[in-house]
């Protein structure tokens, strides 16, 4: 069985595709290296994946990709390629979003529809319950998107049920909740606040600190969709991936000032439209489909984060 990692060269797809080498697993990565951010860094996350005799990579579009030429029946794919980014997904841009994370799930799933896939895992997002209804929110809970990158991850979903009902897709949706770790992208929170933090540089703080997160470690967002590439009875699933535990930014800052060893300047940015106040995941259904338990305290994973963006940046 060979497994397709769409978006490789990302944040999570290449940590992904990682573990699945790590378990000896055959995989195809394909990555447009779209310039939402510096080419280099997603080269460099590609880098020890590239000498791997059972990995392959195909530098192309997914929306343009032949599938049918590189899989075959009871192969799977991990559908990690978006483009991501809440406050970029305004005006003109939206283009670009709709692009990635609707044509390209589209075209993707219409080349499979006939292919008899074992498995096709959607990376979905926290961001489709926008401003939730409750804490923690469940998967039935309604989705209500305030940004249009949610919006765009939420008409994927509706894809993966489309060609799922339609055409037995054996889809499943992962919504993941803000992920972070070694290879974080750089328009993320705790990237631009690490490098901050090593550059002596006063960090950027968007709203007032008090908002809070449910922040999942990438190893552990990983794993759940290593298992849902497999796990029995999860076609056509909604499944929350969080790490289990709300946690104010002003406290992560904290739990940073700690790691870094002194105290970090930080410049208001004000609020940003599209930003949810807070988010925070019930994983029940997770632990019970796929076995899921986050492992990585908040405390262990940041500090793994901060050794990556030093080492990154040459600090
Ligand atoms: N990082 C998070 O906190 C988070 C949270 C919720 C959901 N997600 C979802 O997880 C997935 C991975 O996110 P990430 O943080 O690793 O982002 P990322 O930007 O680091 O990785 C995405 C990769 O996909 C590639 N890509 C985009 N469109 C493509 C296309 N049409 N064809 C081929 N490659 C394409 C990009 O070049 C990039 O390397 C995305 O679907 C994102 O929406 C991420």
């Known amino acids: 069985m060979k497994i397709l990692v769409t978006g490789c060269a990302g944040f999570i797809g290449s940590t992904l595709a990682a573990k699945l080498l790590g378990e000896g697993r055959d995989v195809i990565g394909v990555d447009c290296f779209t310039d939402y951010y510096d080419r280099w860094i997603k080269e460099r996350n590609l880098e020890p994946l590239l000498p791997r005799k059972n990995f392959r990579f195909i530098e192309q579009d997914v929306a343009t990709l032949d599938v049918r030429s590189i899989l075959e ?25 709709t692009h990635h994370n609707i044509t390209a799930t589209q075209s993707l799933l219409e080349s499979v529809k006939d292919l008899g896939l074992s498995r096709f895992v959607l990376a979905g997002s926290s961001s489709v319950y926008g401003d939730a209804l409750r804490l923690p929110t469940f998967e039935d809970d309604t989705p209500q998107p305030i940004s249009p990158y949610g919006v765009t991850k939420l008409a994927s979903e509706h894809l993966c049920r489309l060609y799922h009902k339609n055409y037995g897709v054996p889809a499943v949706v992962l919504r993941y909740f803000t992920v972070y770790g070694p290879k974080q ?46 796990a029995p009875n999860v076609e056509g699933e909604i499944i929350n991936v969080g790490g289990g535990r709300r946690i104010t930014v002003n406290g992560v800052l904290g739990v940073l000032e700690s790691i870094h060893g002194r105290p970090i ?38 500090r793994l984060e901060y050794a990556h963006m030093k080492k990154l940046y040459g600090f």
């Not at 192969?75 to 978006?82: G, Y």
């Not at 988010?279 to 940041?302: I, M, Q």
């Open 265 to 302: 300047k930080r410049t208001d940015k004000g609020r940003q439209k599209g930003d949810v106040r807070h988010t925070g995941a019930d994983v029940s259904k997770a632990e019970r489909l796929l076995g899921f338990s986050p492992k990585v305290s908040l405390e262990d994973g940041l």
């Open 73 to 97: 029946r009871g192969d799977a794919i991990a559908h990690e390629a978006a483009q991501a980014g809440v406050r970029a997904s305004w005006g003109s841009n939206f283009q670009t979003y």
């Open 185 to 230: 992208r750089p328009d993320m929170a705790f990237h631009k606040w690490c490098k901050a933090a090593l550059a002596d540089e006063p960090l950027p703080l968007f709203g007032d600190g008090e908002q809070t997160r449910d922040f999942t470690f990438v190893d552990d967002a990983v794993a759940a969709t290593a298992a849902a590439l497999e």
